[in-house]
């Protein structure tokens, strides 16, 4: 079936694109802080209260027949907050650590980046037109979402915290990794470098910056934050997204790459 005969379903890229992925991210992070830390309800429980909406919202996706940009961002969320509780887990409970987690989970992302190629024979957003594309589209997503709590985690805590990190602080690391981003976007618009790798190893760090964000905003004053209520906080992020959804064109992706067939498309918009 060629992908004209099957719309993307996916967002396009565009900057808002990008805005929307850092506030979706750091609203994930922050509220899966609010049920596994401030509501305590734990890691375990966390993740099957996040793994619930999530089943339901990608199901839904998947099975759209068009591009439904709310149903589209509040899968996006739904994945970061599952993403977050289970490297939180993974990271603290399991004892793995955030370096550890950090490894596991960039050979998860890298190895789905992978089988997808080998099956499907392109990774770019724009051949995201089957079922089977968005399949491997979200699962990449869910890995990566995952890569960023414990890539945040690390970079931001302290050598005598348990787990152990590198000590950069929540500002430090949201600097770290916003600096990554803007390496990638001049690499964008000064070179010829692969689209397709510049995107997703932009998909990618935007997610430790919305957790580190995340973190600035929830943890306490002694631990470098501005200790605001979680609730608080997911509910202004869920409010300022919601607004970028609903008042902003939002369209699908790839809607001209798809019509020629492209098997190696490019982001149109950055």
């Not at 599952?82 to 990271?91: I, R, S």
């Not at 596991?104 to 089977?132: C, D, H, M, N, Q």
Request: glycine share 10%; proline share 4%.
């Amino acid at each position: 079936m060629s992908f004209a005969a099957n719309a993307s379903k996916v967002a396009k890229v565009t900057a808002v694109f990008w805005l929307m992925k850092i506030i979706a991210t750091t609203l994930g992070e922050v509220g899966a802080d609010a049920l596994t830390q401030q509501e305590q309800l734990g890691y375990i429980l966390g993740i099957a209260v996040c793994a619930a909406p999530f089943v339901l919202l990608v199901i839904a996706q998947i099975l759209a027949k068009k591009f439904y940009p709310l149903l589209y961002w509040g899968v996006m969320v739904a994945m970061t907050t599952l993403g977050t509780a289970v490297a939180d887990h993974l990271t603290r409970d399991l004892g793995i650590g955030y370096l550890g987690g950090t490894l596991i989970l960039v050979s998860a992302v890298l190895l789905s980046l992978a089988l997808w190629r080998f099956v499907l024979g392109s990774v770019a957003v724009e051949t995201v037109a089957s079922p089977k594309a968005e399949a491997f589209y979200w699962a990449t997503i869910l890995f990566s979402q995952t890569l960023g709590t414990a890539l945040g985690d690390w970079v931001a805590a302290a050598p005598d915290d348990d787990p152990p990190g590198l000590d950069l602080g929540f500002l430090g690391g949201a600097a770290l990794f916003g600096g990554a981003l803007l390496v990638i976007a001049l690499l964008y618009f000064a070179t010829s470098v692969s689209r397709v790798l510049l995107f997703w190893a932009a998909f990618v760090l935007t997610r430790p910056l919305g957790a580190t964000l995340g973190d600035f905003l929830d943890k306490s004053h002694a631990q470098g934050g501005l200790a605001i209520d979680r609730w608080l906080a997911s509910g202004i992020l869920a409010a300022v997204l919601l607004a970028l959804v609903l008042f902003l064109p939002r369209r699908a992706q790839g809607g001209e790459a798809a019509e020629r067939g492209v098997p190696e498309g490019q982001p149109q918009e950055a």
